[in-house]
């Protein structure tokens, strides 16, 4: 197969869009299309300051690399969970997104959970007996909560997180196999800011998983190869492992599920549109991030839960 | 296993309901699942006629028997398609719904599509090029026509169908891929009548395929056992195994998917209200059955084709 631009042998072909590249040109496809979905979603503009939460994976290095090679303003957050699972996980992928960072020149911040809140999450979990027997709950809370508290304190208008279309499509699945209506009114590429909070967006939302990989691959990013060992037997794998088997048969269908349900949600002619969640939300008297709850907010309960029991 | 009724041995089991039953029990509580659906759905009332559309499979037989034994006045209708298939498709399943109305002392109406249109189905799709090479797209077309027209003329205030909870779920899904929201805004356990079409109900859309298979094995019931030879390959084949794979997984998956999605049409939470597309339709100028078409309907047009190559 060649590449479509320049005739030479291609390197990454994606059969979703009937098209061939060659690595020259695929580096070059990428940052074009991610601009083109910045701008399509009115994510961001050049003069607004982007936190980049930076997992060490390919996604997240993937996109930040992007954001600064198109001259966005782009600092990187990494949030060091204290997760081993015998592969030394937290501890490698903290020093791959430094690597990244300290090569390109960028600002990282890292907050480190321990030092934060006392324990790391997998101990945060147990103590807090939230999530089931496994910390992926009180993981994703502490998560949403750190990034929001560090893009307020130092006022990033904006967070980008590195959901790729395999990511959100399975998301997406699990919302729809639900029909939860709030969760699906709710998800798309751009959550806009609202009570202080940052805007989020998603500029990898339409690039395939293997996409990343090949970008990053091609541009010679060192990531962490690992998914979290807590990520094993999760339904999101196993939403991603069905569609994957669709993506198959039919390729494309991963994508057309995602921008059709975009698209739908667009014009009104499917589902209502979303009132104003938010509108009932009030500041948790300890963080004053935004909470539905009355008092403390989620996180802010778990963690007084955890200081009550470290304390007996 | 015993049975939840009585003790004894059960012979089938409901994982996604935890419900176990004896032979005896299960054939009683299959015709009142379908008596509970009936009503809250709003099908249909005792002193309405209803016309059964019946292939001479375990879903159209099972309903007919179980419509029959809770006391409504259900007739059945047969199409004879002309397949053949190397295993004598339409015939054998002509056979056993004739058998299965004489054992019964029940009414069907034949209808012979070659006698009616000159040709059977296959050629009929052939002929007038619509499908794709299947001819499934015009036998589902000619279907649906003979079926309204058979109960516009016959005076039926109801048409039932064998659909269950694998064939609406499987729909669904396919619907959900694409997010097509006239399909996803009509689809449900009923289609209220309208322009002289009778109302459209699906009695048996929460049970499992399987549970059918059980209900008329346990009852002695003879039906086709043979898929028709052009599913082989369909779309809805292969979204019934990736759905099947989910429920093995998670019993109950397939039910929760259809049953939140009708909670969710009825709540007004996700969803916009249908806006009435058939008040568009005018009746099509030779058959008089409602068409977005100018002049004659999809059906009529494909006949006429059919008829103007015949000719030529």
Chains 1, 2 share one sequence.
């Not at 600002?107 to 934060?116: M, S």
Request: glycine share 8%; charged share 25%; net charge neutral.
């Amino acid at each position: 197969m060649k590449c479509r631009k320049c005739g030479e042998k291609a390197s990454v072909h994606m059969r979703q869009h009937k098209l061939a590249l060659c690595k020259a040109h695929y580096l070059e496809w990428v940052p074009e299309q991610t601009e083109r979905f910045i701008k399509k979603y009115q994510m961001f503009t050049p003069d607004e300051k982007i936190l980049v939460a930076v997992s060490g994976g390919k996604d997240s290095l993937g996109l930040w690399d992007i954001l600064v090679r198109l001259g966005y303003q782009a600092d990187g957050l990494y949030l060091g969970l204290g997760i081993d699972g015998g592969i030394n996980y937290s501890h490698e992928s903290q020093r791959l997104s430094e690597k990244f960072a300290a090569q390109n020149n960028l600002t990282l911040h890292i907050v480190d959970i321990e030092k934060e809140y006392g324990q790391p999450i997998p101990v945060l979990a147990e103590i807090s007996h939230r999530g089931h027997g496994k910390p992926c709950a009180v993981c994703g809370l502490t998560k949403r909560h750190e990034m929001n508290r560090i893009a307020r304190d130092l006022g990033y208008a904006v967070l980008a997180t590195g959901h790729n279309l395999d990511d959100e499509a399975a998301v997406l699945f699990g919302n729809t196999l639900n029909w939860s209506s709030e969760y699906l009114l709710r998800q798309g590429p751009v959550l806009l800011e609202s009570d202080g909070l940052a805007r989020k967006v998603k500029p990898l939302c339409r690039f395939y998983e293997r996409e990343m990989t090949a970008y990053c691959v091609a541009r010679g990013i060192e990531y962490i190869y690992e998914e979290c060992p807590f990520a094993e037997g999760s339904k999101s794998i196993y939403y991603k492992e069905l569609l994957n088997q669709l993506e198959t048969t039919r390729p494309g269908a991963k994508l057309t599920f995602y921008l059709r349900f975009l698209e739908a949600r667009k014009s009104g002619e499917l589902f209502i549109e979303k009132d104003m969640v938010r509108a009932h939300l009030h500041p948790c008297e300890k963080c004053g991030q935004p909470t539905s709850a009355t008092g403390l907010c989620s996180f802010c309960r778990t963690m007084e839960k955890v200081s009550s029991v470290a304390a007996s």
